[in-house]
């Protein structure tokens, strides 16, 4: 059977990848961040899945562990293999905020992990893949397609992740690799990096980093209003993340996968994203204006 390595597998979409391949026969790689510091999604994949499932500790900011990774999988490879069937880079991370609010560190952050990460680890491992005349398949975001105001880092990183795909895609065709990107929707429940707790620390160093002219631009009021605002708008997504996982498994298990698949959390989702793309962004700006607005400090003072 084939052998495929994911990264992400600590919670959401790459758990629930690893956990179906495995189900379905596959020798299994499931990169975890916390996988040697006794990470739950890492134990509980290795209580629940086969033997045929390894846990692989790897965090995909950092060059020496993703080397290490790529080492642990050419040691377990089954004898007579020719190399790794198929790579899903899917660990991510999150980071809400205007665009004035965000450090430089969290913008350097979530590029090193989406952008950086899926670079990095997809090098590792390529010459691995093009032996198998493998695939890879990364995980993008309609953010990467449409950007959002309070998500402005996040859309840039997933925005490279979209041309790194699209670049790599032409230049692998040559030896017979295929690359795939899944941009799912509304799905932020479906996964971790938007818990309350988690959501709370990220809005806490927002705020706790803002410089102190930006702060008193906007002011706290408008700052509480839209952190609450996009609280709320979170909370109305889907906290189902099966038809990613079946997008996922489709892209590493089908002989002729597409080269994307758009996941809509529901069928109204799904037709938003997919009108967005044609039509005039006087339009399409329309739909990122909320019903209730706040007005910054600054210009409550000047009005």
């Known amino acids: 059977m084939f052998d495929f390595i994911t990264t992400g597998c600590d919670s959401g979409f790459g758990f629930g990848l690893a956990k179906r391949l495995d189900s379905l026969g596959f020798t299994v790689f499931a990169g975890c961040l916390l996988a040697d510091s006794g990470g739950e999604g890492a134990k509980k ?6 033997s045929r499932l390894s846990t692989v500790q790897i965090d995909v900011t950092d060059d020496g562990q993703v080397k290490a990774a790529v080492q642990q999988v050419e040691d377990r490879l089954p004898i007579g293999s020719k190399g790794l069937y198929a790579l899903v880079n899917n660990a991510g991370v999150w980071q809400p905020g205007e665009i004035e609010w965000v450090s ?10 989406h952008a950086f990460g899926t670079v990095r680890v997809t090098k590792a491992l390529l010459p691995l893949i093009r032996r198998a005349k493998g695939r890879v398949v990364n995980i993008s975001s309609v953010g990467g397609l449409h950007a959002a105001p309070m998500a402005g880092a996040y859309c840039m990183a997933k925005a490279a992740v979209e041309f790194f795909s699209d670049a ?26 938007v818990l309350p707790n988690v959501y709370k620390q990220y809005i806490e160093n927002v705020r706790n980093n803002m410089e102190k002219a930006v702060k008193e631009d ?39 996968p597409s080269h994307r698949y758009l996941v809509g959390a529901d069928l109204e989702d799904y037709i938003t994203w997919m009108w967005l793309e044609y039509f005039p962004t006087r339009w399409t700006d329309s739909t990122e204006k909320a019903e209730k607005e706040a007005v910054p400090a600054m210009l409550q003072a000047i009005n």
Not at 220 to 225: E, K, L, N, P, V
Not at 228 to 238: E, V
Request: charge should be neutral; hydrophobic fraction near 40%.
């Open 45 to 50: 994949l290795r209580a629940e899945c086969s």
């Open 104 to 113: 430089i560190a969290a913008y350097r952050r979530v590029m090193d992990v």
């Open 168 to 193: 790599l895609r032409h230049e692998m065709h040559k030896w017979g690799v295929k690359v795939v990107i899944v941009e799912p929707g509304n799905f932020g429940p479906s996964t971790n990096s």
């Open 218 to 256: 906007y002011g706290m009021g408008y700052f509480d209003f839209k952190t609450k605002q996009l609280r709320a708008w979170i909370d109305c997504q889907s906290k189902d993340p099966t038809p990613v996982v079946d997008a996922m498994s489709e892209a590493v298990t089908l002989t002729d």
